[in-house]
C-alpha cells in the first residue's frame, strides 16, 4: 500500500476525502503531534500500514511493522494510549477488509434487492394513522396531499379527533390561502380525510402507521388491535424515534409485515424517512415501504433494529454532552452557545425545547438503559420536566430558576473544550454505529444528519472537521 503524506492538517483532509477508502481513511501527516491533532479534530481513523511502506518512518502516523498496528513504542505506545474508549475514541486502526466495510458507497436500494428475490412492492390505496397528536396530523396530511388516496385518523377520544381534523382543515385552507395549494384543494385533500374511534374501521387500509405516545406497551397494543381488523399482507408501521421495532412485532400472527418508519418534524419540511427493518420484516414489506417513502416525496434510509437507530442516538449523545457539562455547574447559556461555531439550525437547548423536555427525556431514558455508559441521566433535563417547563429558556430566552439544578461547584465554560467534548463523543458514536451495522456507511450517517437533523451540508464529518 502505497503511503501519502501532507504538509498540512488541512491536505490531510484532502486526502482522506480522496482516497478509495472515503472519510474512513487514514491521516498521513508530517509528525507525530500534527497527527494527533488531526485526529482530534476529524476521527476517521488509521489504516493500518504495512512495514514495507511504512517502517518507523517518523512521518507517518506510529510508525508501522507486520507484527503490530502501532509503531515504535515512543511514538506508537503514547497514541494507542490516547486513542481508546476510555479517553472517548474509539480504536480506529483496521485490516483494508475492516476499512472498506465503512467506505462512501450507495446503500443498496431496497427495491433493487426485492426485486432480485422475486417481491414486488404492495400498491397502497388507502392509508390509517393511529393517533390524533401534532404529528399523526402532519403524517395524515402528508399522505392525503401527496398520494391522494383516502386516509383515516383514530384515537381513543371523539374531542381528540374532532380537533385533528379542525386542526388540518384549517392548515390546509391556510395553505391554499396563501397560493400553496390550487383553488378547491384544500376541499378536495380534506375530503380524503376521516376519523373514527373504531378499530375496526382499519380494515380496509392497505397500511396503517401508529404515532401514539413512545411507550412500548401502547404501541404493541395498538398493533394487537390493528391486526385484529386489518389484512394479513396490509403494511404495519411505527413512527417510533427510539422504540424496539422488533419488540413491537413479537407475538403477532404477521411479524413480517411491521417495520419502522419514522419521519421527523415538520414532517412537511425535512425529507427523511429512517426505515427501520427488524429479523422478521419481508422483503415484500420492505419493498412496499420504501416504494411508499418515494411516493411521499421522501428519502428512505435503511437502518437497523437499534435504540434511537442513527438520528435520534447521534443528537442523544449530543444532548449528553452538553447536559453533563450543564449537570457539573456550567451556565447553561454558555454551554448552550458553545457549539454555534458549528452552524446548527438550533442550538442544542432550543432543540430539546422544540422536541419537547419530556420526550427528549425518554429518548435519553431508553438510550440510557441500553449503553449506560456513554448516555447518562441528566438532573438537569430531570428539573426541566418535573417543573412541567416547555424547555430551558423562558419566553425571554432567560433560564427559569426551576430549570437550574444545585451544582456541587458552578465553574465558568470553555466552549472550545466543550466543543472538543461533543465532537470526540460523536465521532465515537458514529464508529460504533458503523461496527454495529446500523448503517452501511458514512454517507449513510451524513445523509441521516443533513436530511433528518437539517445538519449544514456534508453532515457529521463536515461537523468533525469545522
Not at 64 to 70: A, L, M, Q, T, V
Not at 243 to 270: C, E, I, Q
Request: proline share 7%.
Amino acid at each position: 500500500m502505497a503511503v501519502r503524506r501532507a504538509a498540512t492538517t488541512q491536505e490531510a483532509f484532502g486526502l482522506a476525502e480522496e482516497s478509495e477508502f472515503g472519510l474512513s481513511a487514514a491521516l498521513f501527516t508530517r509528525d507525530l503531534a500534527t497527527a494527533l491533532e488531526a485526529i482530534e479534530a476529524l476521527d476517521v481513523g488509521i489504516l493500518q500500514l504495512n512495514s514495507e511502506s511504512a517502517g518507523s518512518d517518523p512521518h507517518v502516523p506510529f510508525g508501522g511493522s507486520k507484527k503490530s498496528n502501532f509503531g515504535p513504542k515512543e511514538q506508537g505506545g503514547a497514541a494507542k494510549d490516547f486513542y481508546t474508549h476510555d479517553n472517548g475514541l474509539p480504536p480506529r486502526v483496521g485490516t483494508k477488509k475492516d476499512q472498506m466495510a465503512h467506505t462512501l458507497t450507495k446503500t443498496p436500494d431496497p427495491l433493487a434487492v426485492s426485486a432480485a428475490n422475486a417481491r414486488q412492492p404492495k400498491t397502497i390505496q388507502t392509508f390509517g394513522v393511529v393517533g390524533a397528536g401534532l404529528m399523526a396530523s402532519q403524517l395524515v396530511l402528508l399522505v392525503a396531499d401527496k398520494l391522494r388516496i383516502p386516509v383515516l385518523i383514530s384515537d381513543l377520544s371523539t374531542d381528540r379527533v374532532s380537533a385533528a381534523l379542525h386542526r388540518m382543515r384549517g392548515h390546509l385552507d391556510r395553505q391554499e390561502a396563501k397560493g400553496k395549494l390550487r383553488p378547491g384543494e384544500a376541499a378536495e385533500i380534506a375530503g380524503l380525510i376521516r376519523g373514527t374511534t373504531d378499530p375496526s374501521r382499519f380494515s380496509g387500509c392497505d397500511a396503517a402507521i401508529e404515532a401514539v405516545f413512545e411507550d412500548q406497551k401502547n404501541k404493541r397494543s395498538v398493533f394487537r388491535q390493528l391486526e385484529e381488523h386489518i389484512d394479513p399482507d396490509a403494511l404495519l408501521l411505527t413512527n417510533t424515534s427510539s422504540l424496539s421495532v422488533t419488540d413491537m412485532a413479537r407475538g403477532l400472527k404477521h411479524p413480517d409485515r411491521v417495520l419502522g418508519f419514522h419521519f421527523f418534524n415538520p414532517v412537511d419540511v425535512l425529507p427523511l424517512v429512517e426505515l427501520v427493518r427488524t429479523p422478521l420484516s419481508s422483503d415484500t414489506a420492505l419493498a412496499t415501504a420504501w416504494s411508499l417513502a418515494a411516493g411521499l416525496g421522501k428519502t428512505a434510509i435503511p437502518v437497523t433494529d437499534t435504540p434511537g437507530f442513527v438520528v435520534n442516538r447521534l443528537l442523544t449523545r449530543l444532548f449528553n454532552e452538553i447536559l453533563a457539562e450543564i449537570d457539573k455547574g456550567g451556565d447553561p447559556v454558555a454551554v448552550d452557545r458553545s457549539l454555534s461555531p458549528w452552524d446548527l439550525p438550533m442550538t442544542p437547548l432550543h432543540l430539546i425545547g422544540y422536541i419537547g423536555p419530556s420526550v427528549q427525556q425518554h429518548i435519553c431514558d431508553t438510550l440510557h438503559r441500553a449503553y449506560p455508559a456513554r448516555f447518562d441521566r441528566s438532573a438537569s433535563l430531570t428539573a426541566v420536566v418535573k417543573a412541567g417547563l416547555p424547555g430551558f429558556f423562558d419566553e425571554n430566552g432567560k433560564v427559569p430558576p426551576a430549570a437550574r439544578t444545585l451544582p456541587p461547584e458552578p465553574h465558568g465554560v470553555d466552549p472550545d473544550r466543550v466543543r472538543l467534548r461533543v465532537r470526540h463523543a460523536l465521532a465515537q458514536e458514529a464508529q460504533l454505529m458503523l461496527d454495529e451495522g446500523v448503517v452501511a456507511t458514512w454517507e449513510d450517517i451524513n445523509r441521516c444528519m443533513t436530511l433528518g437533523a437539517n445538519f449544514p451540508t456534508g453532515g457529521l464529518t463536515h461537523l468533525l472537521a469545522t
